[in-house]
């Protein structure tokens, strides 16, 4: 069957398994700029291939991710991605792909590669 010869599933993060709009609207309420100014320039920059922490330097150059992140949840505002992400409504598949309860598969993160370097798909210092 072909689930006896299945060796790797991937799944693309970012709006696939996680709904990034309402985190990324976090960001760009923190920045103090339009959601949707920000969005267009996240577009952009990954359009052209771009790493997404360039988003956060076209606002505000010399941006420190890490620090910023810090000072969000010292705030009160950390970064969350929560239940009701895709994620949540694609378990029952994941399941049944590979084997996500059962723990049939291993499960790890591939990322992406871009330009030659290792590139997170979501986040991440």
């Known amino acids: 069957t072909m689930m006896e010869r299945l060796r790797a599933v991937f799944f693309d993060v970012g709006e696939t398994l996680v709904d990034e709009t309402r985190e990324y609207g976090t960001w760009a309420d923190w920045l103090g700029v339009p ?36 000072r969000r949840a010292r705030a009160g505002q950390p970064e969350s991605f929560a239940e009701e992400t895709p994620g949540q409504r694609m378990r029952p598949a994941m399941s049944l792909v590979i084997g996500w309860r059962s723990g049939a598969f291993p499960r790890r993160s591939a990322g992406r590669r871009r330009r030659g370097r290792r590139s997170r798909s979501r986040p991440g210092p």
């Open 35 to 70: 959601r949707h100014t920000f969005s267009a320039v996240f577009g952009a920059v990954i359009a052209r291939g771009g790493d997404y922490r360039e988003t956060f330097e076209h606002f505000q150059p010399g941006f420190d991710l890490a620090a910023e992140r810090e």
